[in-house]
Nanobody, 116 residues
Framework: QVEPVESGGGLAQAGGSLKLSCTTSGSNFRDIDIQWYHQPPEKQRDLVAS???????MYADSVRGRFTISRDNAKNMVNLQMNYLTPEDTGVYYC??????????WGQGTQVTVPS
């Protein structure tokens, strides 16, 4: 059973950092492709970073050079290190997991707030 659970959100000052984590139970974590999405207030949810089961990594232009996605298969965990935060990074961050059979699972989201 794949059930993403995010953690690590909170309040950060502009220029500061936060680290988000996403975990799930199950023994097939290493086969799962994982993405982080960002949903600003009253806006659509957009992909910010992804890491595949083969460690292929992609970033949105808006976060490249500031955010780093990584995974630890031994801990069933994916992390999103967010540096040089700006008020535009405010919003809810969702972890999305996709299994090899194309099933998709979303976490409940974690709030990140960077005051202007």
């Amino acid at each position: 059973q794949v059930e993403p659970v995010e953690s690590g959100g909170g309040l950060a000052q502009a220029g500061g950092s936060l680290k988000l984590s996403c975990t799930t139970s199950g023994s097939n974590f290493r086969d799962i492709d994982i993405q982080w999405y960002h949903q600003p207030p009253e806006k659509q949810r957009d992909l910010v970073a992804s890491i595949s089961s083969t460690y292929y990594i992609m970033y949105a232009d808006s976060v490249r050079g500031r955010f780093t996605i990584s995974r630890d298969n031994a801990k069933n965990m994916v992390n999103l290190q967010m540096n040089y935060l700006t008020p535009e990074d405010t919003g809810v961050y969702y972890c999305r997991m996709q299994t090899p059979d194309q099933r998709v699972y979303w976490g409940q989201g974690t709030q990140v707030t960077v005051p202007s």
